[in-house]
T-cell receptor, first 109, second 115 residues
Framework: QKEVEQNSGPLSVPEGAIASLNCTYSDRGSQSFFWYRQYSGKSPELIMSIYSNGDKEDGRFTAQLNKASQYVSLLIRDSQPSDSATYLCAVTEGYKLSFGAGTTVTVRA | SAVISQKPSRDICQRGTSLTIQCQVDSQVTMMFWYRQQPGQSLTLIATANQGSEATYESGFVIDKFPISRPNLTFSTLTVSNMSPEDSSIYLC????????????FGPGTRLLVL
């Protein structure tokens, strides 16, 4: 069974710090990787996608992918209280997405 | 990105009844999906809604319980049939373009409570 594992939370970080989220996946054939943010009571919102090994930066977010290690991460720099949410890692299985359980981040003011 | 709407946004239903959830996308998309998110849990794919053919269901989900329609490239419905309290959940519709680098965008969800 293909699996997507995320580091267990909740993760509490002070405002202005870096939040580091990790995700491993079991399907070596996966081609595309996504991070979604989900606020309580809301639907998932796509914040990052990454397809090639290395880093991809978008504002305060940096996604890192290492296909050899089957590992994808998300760094949130200068964390803000508005970043408090659950972050879902998603990995493609063909045309479908497989989601991790999510990591809940709380940014302390 | 696609803009997706769902109706109803929430409902409270009696056990044994059925509810049909509608999903509308603002542009034509090849792939539409239905997910369930139970309280405190991640997303579980119910089925892929295929235009012009039967939906493709994931393990543990059957057409009799979750019939799906996909009459065109912008619209789909999911029916939750013969509901029980265990069906209380958030039901999410998503859409994605059929590209190699698949991306899915989600609707706002339908919050269902079965009494």
């Amino acid at each position: 069974q293909k699996e997507v594992e995320q580091n267990s939370g909740p993760l509490s970080v002070p405002e202005g710090a870096i939040a580091s989220l990790n995700c491993t996946y079991s399907d070596r054939g996966s081609q595309s990787f996504f991070w979604y943010r989900q606020y309580s009571g809301k639907s998932p919102e796509l914040i990052m996608s990454i397809y090639s090994n290395g880093d991809k930066e978008d504002g305060r977010f940096t996604a890192q992918l290492n296909k050899a290690s089957q590992y994808v991460s998300l760094l949130i720099r200068d964390s803000q209280p508005s970043d408090s949410a659950t972050y879902l890692c998603a990995v493609t299985e063909g045309y479908k997405l497989s989601f991790g359980a999510g990591t809940t981040v709380t940014v302390r003011a | 990105s696609a803009v997706i709407s769902q109706k109803p946004s929430r409902d409270i239903c009696q056990r044994g009844t059925s509810l049909t959830i509608q999903c509308q996308v603002d542009s034509q998309v090849t792939m539409m999906f239905w997910y369930r998110q139970q309280p405190g849990q991640s997303l579980t794919l119910i089925a892929t809604a295929n235009q012009g053919s039967e939906a493709t269901y994931e393990s543990g989900f059957v057409i009799d319980k979750f019939p799906i329609s996909r009459p065109n490239l912008t619209f789909s419905t999911l029916t939750v049939s013969n509901m029980s309290p265990e069906d209380s959940s958030i039901y999410l519709c998503s859409a994605g373009a059929q590209t190699i680098q698949e991306t899915q965008y989600f609707g706002p969800g339908t919050r269902l409570l079965v009494l």
